[in-house]
């Protein structure tokens, strides 16, 4: 008999549900929007195997559905969706997809970077809106990016391949909370030191129970005034209203963020994704063709692997 693979989505990107038809019963969930807690349960009555995304919660209540489940696979880099230590106590392997979104993710981190500190949203907006009126030298200003410092919170793929990206704009790159040391790219400093010195944060840590806020109103005050602070890893690492007030009182030049506390979220009438100098995207940070047809290829490798009896080949750590 056919293993069955739950799917949290109709449709996915690439050709990796075509291939798991073929070795698979494929369940799909028909809603393009994450199932609720009992609706995961029902999909998982049964299934072998789960391909769901980051943002579908996956907690110890939804996996005592999955009686049969051997393998939980995501094709993301993050993990914090899903309760690992119970899919682990069941027995069930979690795997995610390192190795294969990080370039993706880290051109999207430069983008808002130059976006914000240039304030290209807005300006692009006047001229949308019929609001490029003037031919003032004065007008348009945003900040340099080429030769400002860059501190990235977090130094694993995606932080290096953003590290990869500054040295070309002729930036000083240094990290922290991250074990590796000094490399040619940046240098190992405090969190203080960084957050002091930076003239663009850009944020690459997961979120756990020692990352969540850890950018406050305390390390908000820390930055320079003229700083552009970036997130394109979870929108929990960072005090949405803490934000929203650094802003407000002039204390942060701009924010770049594609991943919030709440996704999906309605932009209008959002104070913050509203805020002049706030460019906000929704979570698009690995979203090219090429990008997510790899990690859906990932994460079906993993699913066939495990149902076969092999070792997965991107377990999370
Ligand atoms: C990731 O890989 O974790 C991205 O945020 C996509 O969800």
Partial sequence: ????????????????????????????????????????????????ALLCQNSDRVDAAVLEAGE??????LPSAGYDGT?????????????NTPGVLHETTADLAFALILMARRGLLAAADRLRTGRWTETRLDAYLGLDVTGASLGLIGYG??????????????MTVQHTLS?????????AVSLDKLLSTSDVVSLHVPLTEQTRH???????????????????????????????????????????????????????????????RVVALPHVGSATEATRARMIDLAVDNIIAVLNDKPPLTPVP
């Fill in 68 to 73: 049969r489940l051997r393998v939980l696979a």
């Fill in 1 to 48: 008999m056919a293993p069955i693979v739950a799917v949290t989505r109709p449709t996915l990107p690439g050709t990796g549900l075509e291939r798991l038809g073929q070795f698979a019963e494929v369940r799909l969930w028909p809603d393009d929007v994450n199932p609720t807690p009992d609706q995961l349960r029902d999909l998982l009555t049964g299934a072998d």
């Fill in 157 to 170: 793929e995606i932080g290096q391949a953003v590290a990869r990206r500054a040295v070309g704009f002729g």
């Fill in 214 to 276: 850890l950018i406050g109103a305390a390390e908000l005050a820390s930055m320079k005034p003229t700083a552009t602070l970036v997130n394109t890893a979870r929108g929990g690492v960072l005090d949405e209203s803490a934000l929203l007030a650094a802003l407000r009182a002039g204390r942060l030049h701009s924010a770049g963020l594609d991943v919030f506390d709440r996704e999906p979220r309605n932009g209008v009438g959002d104070p913050l994704l509203e805020h002049e």
């Fill in 83 to 95: 309760d690992v230590a119970a899919a682990r106590a069941r027995g069930i392997i979690v795997t």
């Fill in 179 to 187: 074990r590796k040391p000094d490399d040619a790219l940046s240098r």
